[in-house]
Every structure is written in structure tokens, then in C-alpha cells.
């Protein structure tokens, strides 16, 4: 008669042969760790460089993307990079109290009032001191979480606790579309964030899946231009709004659009500490682009950043004074825009002399870069001359780019208009 045979278990092989086998969960635990066990290297990635000038700078952020994007493996990535205790709180499965804190009844609360007791991770944080706090799925959570959420954003305070300055927090939210049962960002809330797009880099998932990851670390701060990049911030800002005081505060018409960056006096003081932060740590433009956007909107920030570049440019007058040593902007754009200060500045004081400097300037910009930029300026320093002022040689030099750039300009109007209206 055959012998029914039993499962075996994993302590089997152990108590009959008395020699310790590790069981198949360890074994699948020794897996696990394996794969888990990964590397970092230095890599450009200009979000992720973003993102940590953020949080060095002391903002709430909030990345946006598409679900398993790879923003909560972002921010462990982050925080263990920093030597920062993570603290993941998902805001959609608390309710208003656990931000706003619960009220507890002491002895005499007539006397000493109801105090509101904090969640035992806001506790957690404030005993550590330091740390990174992540509010995982903002846009799932309810309107009325959302407004518990204005106070802990803004003035860090949980209930009668205060989250100690090594606290930092970090946000990530699905766009409605694609969250679950998800809402769209209330306009207080929003506006008390950077906000930045969260996207995937095809090269950095492959090597990251391969085991090895950007390595995340906080920007180096020059300590001799920490004075000099306040200066230079509150100058950039400043001379924008004074210029364009509409843009001081915009609050959109649209409600998805309120969910997301717009300019006000608190975002304005945002893109202000980052300008600050970016300039003594020497961030990429790329980098200082995506977070100003992020801080009070795209048409803002892109206005905000040419502003910037025009800071720096060279006095017209300082070059109508010596033009042969004039230093050009490499950038066309910027390069246009010295000409066009240049002609301007001699329409507003014509002179012989600086008439003629100013050709030398075309001149030299003739020789150094894109004769295209020199045709518009050219052309009205031309118109300029009085009868008796002689051609200097420098005309003559750009006498055949102008005429060049007429002749092309003929040409295509000729052909559009053979070609007649289109169809």
C-alpha cells in the first residue's frame, strides 16, 4: 500500500539533519536586497538639479506627472541622498484634522483652553529636527483636506506643533485626467508651491534599471556672492514689476489653470529666492528656467528671464564712447538688442562723432557674428545722416549686406506673390 507524502515544510530539513538551511523567504529575501542594492553617479539632469535647489532654497514643491513616472522613487532617492529621514503622509486618506490637529480636553479647559493634538508623525519629525516631509497624491485629496493643507504648507505648523527649519517639504500630484478620483488643486494651495513637471529621461530609466541612478545633492553656495546674488534677485524682480505692474498679481480665470503656477506678491517671493539661490550656487539656465516657471507661471517667467538677460548688457553710451574695444553678446538675440540700444541712444542725441562710432559697432559686429543682426540696424543709422555728415569707411563695409538683405527680401515677396493665394 503506497505512503501518502506530506508537503514539506520549510523546518523539515532542519530538525531531522540538526544543520541550519536558510528557508526559501530568506532566500527570496537575499533576492530582493540584491536588487534593490544600487548606485549613484554623478550625471547631469537638469531636473533633478532643480528640484534640489528648491529644497535647499526652503520651498514647498510639487512634482506633477503621469503615474509610475518615478516621482516617489525621486524623493527616496533624494532623501537618502541627503542623510534625511522620509516621512510619506498621503494626503487623500487623512482627514482635515490630521493636518489641522484633533482637539483634546485637558483638565479645566475654561482656564486652559482645548489644545489641538498633532499626528503622531508630525511628533516624529519635530523630536528628529530634521527630515523631508512628502505629501504623496495632492490631487486626490478632497477640497476640505486641501484648505488643512494651507497652514502646514505655509507656516509649517501641525496642530500646536511648528516643524522645526530642517524640515523640508515635497509634493507630488497625478494631473486630474489620470488621478484617481482626483480634483483639481485649490488656487490658495497651489499658489503656495513650486511647481514643477516631473518627466521621464529614457537614458536615465536605463541606466537606473541597469543600478545606477543621478546622484541628488544639494547645490554648493559660494559664500562670496551670497550678498551680491540678493542684489542682483531683488533687482531682477523688482525692476520687472516696476515696469509691468500688471504682473504683480494675475489670478487665473480658469480654473485648471489656478491649480498650477501664477504670479502673486508670495510667488513673486519665491522666484525671487530662487533667482538668490541659483546665482550663488551658479545653476544652469535651464535649470533656473524651469523653476521661476514653476514658481509664478510660464508667460511671467519667460518675461522675468529676458528681463534677466538684458541686465548685464552693455551700456550704449559706455560703447558709443570707445567702439573699438566693445565687447558683443555672443547671443543674437542679446546681440540685437545692443544694437537696437545703441541706434536708439544716437536717434536720441544724434551726433557726428557718435554717429560715426555706431558704424564701427555694426562694423564689429559684421566681422564677429550673423550679418542678418546688423541689417535693421544698419539700416536705420543710416537714416539718421544729414547732408553734411561724409560716408566713414565703416558704411561702406555694410553697404553690401544691406543691399543684400533688400534684394532677398524683393526676391521673396516676388515669389509669394506668383504663388499667389494659397488654397
Same mark, same amino acid.
Given at each position: 500500500?503506497?505512503?501518502?507524502?506530506?508537503?514539506?515544510?520549510?523546518?523539515?530539513?532542519?530538525?531531522?539533519?540538526?544543520?541550519?538551511?536558510?528557508?526559501?523567504?530568506?532566500?527570496?529575501?537575499?533576492?530582493?536586497?540584491?536588487?534593490?542594492?544600487?548606485?549613484? =553617479? %554623478?550625471? *547631469?539632469?537638469?531636473?533633478?538639479?532643480?528640484?534640489? &535647489? #528648491?529644497? !535647499?532654497? /526652503? @520651498? $514647498?514643491?510639487?512634482?506633477?506627472? =503621469? %503615474?509610475? *513616472?518615478?516621482?516617489?522613487?525621486?524623493?527616496?532617492? &533624494? #532623501?537618502? !541622498?541627503? /542623510? @534625511? $529621514?522620509?516621512?510619506?503622509?498621503?494626503?487623500?486618506?487623512?482627514?482635515?484634522?490630521?493636518?489641522?490637529?484633533?482637539?483634546?480636553?485637558?483638565? /479645566?479647559?475654561?482656564?486652559?483652553?482645548?489644545?489641538?493634538?498633532?499626528?503622531?508623525?508630525?511628533?516624529?519629525?519635530?523630536?528628529?529636527?530634521?527630515?523631508?516631509?512628502?505629501?504623496?497624491?495632492?490631487?486626490?485629496?478632497?477640497?476640505?483636506?486641501?484648505?488643512?493643507?494651507?497652514?502646514?504648507?505655509?507656516?509649517?505648523?501641525?496642530?500646536?506643533?511648528?516643524?522645526?527649519?530642517?524640515?523640508?517639504?515635497?509634493?507630488?500630484?497625478?494631473?486630474?485626467?489620470?488621478?484617481?478620483?482626483?480634483?483639481?488643486?485649490?488656487?490658495?494651495?497651489?499658489?503656495?508651491?513650486?511647481?514643477?513637471?516631473?518627466?521621464?529621461?529614457?537614458?536615465?530609466?536605463?541606466?537606473?534599471?541597469?543600478?545606477?541612478?543621478?546622484?541628488?545633492?544639494?547645490?554648493?553656495?559660494?559664500?562670496?556672492?551670497?550678498?551680491?546674488?540678493?542684489?542682483?534677485?531683488?533687482?531682477?524682480?523688482?525692476?520687472?514689476?516696476?515696469?509691468?505692474?500688471?504682473?504683480?498679481?494675475?489670478?487665473?480665470?480658469?480654473?485648471?489653470?489656478?491649480?498650477?503656477?501664477?504670479?502673486?506678491?508670495?510667488?513673486?517671493?519665491?522666484?525671487?529666492?530662487?533667482?538668490?539661490?541659483?546665482?550663488?550656487?551658479?545653476?544652469?539656465?535651464?535649470?533656473?528656467?524651469?523653476?521661476?516657471?514653476?514658481?509664478?507661471?510660464?508667460?511671467?517667467?519667460?518675461?522675468?528671464?529676458?528681463?534677466?538677460?538684458?541686465?548685464?548688457?552693455?551700456?550704449?553710451?559706455?560703447?558709443?564712447?570707445?567702439?573699438?574695444?566693445?565687447?558683443?553678446?555672443?547671443?543674437?538675440?542679446?546681440?540685437?538688442?545692443?544694437?537696437?540700444?545703441?541706434?536708439?541712444?544716437?536717434?536720441?542725441?544724434?551726433?557726428?562723432?557718435?554717429?560715426?562710432?555706431?558704424?564701427?559697432?555694426?562694423?564689429?559686429?559684421?566681422?564677429?557674428?550673423?550679418?542678418?543682426?546688423?541689417?535693421?540696424?544698419?539700416?536705420?543709422?543710416?537714416?539718421?545722416?544729414?547732408?553734411?555728415?561724409?560716408?566713414?569707411?565703416?558704411?561702406?563695409?555694410?553697404?553690401?549686406?544691406?543691399?543684400?538683405?533688400?534684394?532677398?527680401?524683393?526676391?521673396?515677396?516676388?515669389?509669394?506673390?506668383?504663388?499667389?493665394?494659397?488654397?
Amino acid at each position: 500500500m503506497p505512503t501518502s507524502v506530506l508537503p514539506e515544510s520549510p523546518f523539515t530539513a532542519t530538525a531531522l539533519s540538526g544543520t541550519a538551511h536558510p528557508s526559501r523567504l530568506d532566500v527570496a529575501a537575499d533576492l530582493l536586497a540584491l536588487l534593490q542594492d544600487t548606485a549613484t =553617479e %554623478p550625471r *547631469i539632469d537638469t531636473q533633478l538639479e532643480a528640484l534640489t &535647489l #528648491a529644497v !535647499a532654497a /526652503d @520651498l $514647498p514643491v510639487l512634482l506633477w506627472g =503621469e %503615474p509610475g *513616472i518615478g516621482k516617489t522613487a525621486a524623493l527616496k532617492q &533624494l #532623501a537618502a !541622498a541627503l /542623510d @534625511l $529621514p522620509l516621512t510619506t503622509v498621503i494626503a487623500s486618506v487623512h482627514e482635515p484634522s490630521d493636518f489641522s490637529g484633533l482637539p483634546v480636553v485637558g483638565d /479645566d479647559p475654561a482656564v486652559q483652553g482645548i489644545p489641538m493634538a498633532p499626528p503622531d508623525w508630525a511628533v516624529r519629525l519635530v523630536q528628529a529636527g530634521r527630515g523631508l516631509l512628502f505629501l504623496d497624491e495632492l490631487s486626490t485629496a478632497p477640497p476640505a483636506v486641501q484648505a488643512a493643507l494651507l497652514r502646514l504648507v505655509l507656516e509649517r505648523r501641525v496642530g500646536a506643533l511648528r516643524l522645526p527649519p530642517g524640515v523640508r517639504i515635497v509634493a507630488a500630484a497625478n494631473p486630474r485626467s489620470s488621478a484617481a478620483d482626483g480634483w483639481e488643486l485649490s488656487a490658495p494651495l497651489a499658489n503656495r508651491f513650486v511647481h514643477l513637471q516631473w518627466l521621464h529621461d529614457h537614458e536615465v530609466v536605463v541606466r537606473g534599471l541597469g543600478g545606477t541612478w543621478p546622484h541628488a545633492s544639494l547645490p554648493r553656495l559660494d559664500p562670496d556672492r551670497l550678498s551680491e546674488a540678493v542684489t542682483f534677485a531683488r533687482r531682477a524682480v523688482c525692476g520687472l514689476l516696476a515696469a509691468r505692474p500688471a504682473l504683480v498679481h494675475q489670478l487665473p480665470s480658469n480654473e485648471a489653470r489656478r491649480g498650477g503656477p501664477w504670479p502673486s506678491p508670495r510667488s513673486w517671493e519665491m522666484a525671487l529666492c530662487l533667482i538668490a539661490f541659483a546665482t550663488a550656487a551658479n545653476t544652469s539656465r535651464d535649470a533656473l528656467s524651469i523653476l521661476v516657471r514653476g514658481a509664478v507661471g510660464d508667460g511671467p517667467g519667460l518675461e522675468l528671464l529676458a528681463s534677466m538677460d538684458r541686465m548685464d548688457l552693455p551700456d550704449p553710451e559706455a560703447l558709443l564712447a570707445d567702439p573699438a574695444a566693445a565687447d558683443l553678446p555672443e547671443r543674437g538675440d542679446l546681440r540685437q538688442a545692443v544694437l537696437d540700444g545703441v541706434v536708439r541712444a544716437v536717434r536720441k542725441r544724434p551726433d557726428k562723432t557718435r554717429w560715426d562710432a555706431a558704424w564701427v559697432l555694426l562694423a564689429r559686429a559684421l566681422e564677429t557674428g550673423a550679418p542678418d543682426l546688423v541689417v535693421v540696424p544698419a539700416t536705420t543709422l543710416a537714416a539718421l545722416r544729414r547732408p553734411d555728415w561724409d560716408v566713414p569707411a565703416s558704411m561702406e563695409k555694410l553697404a553690401g549686406v544691406v543691399s543684400l538683405s533688400r534684394k532677398a527680401d524683393k526676391a521673396a515677396a516676388r515669389v509669394a506673390a506668383a504663388a499667389g493665394p494659397s488654397r
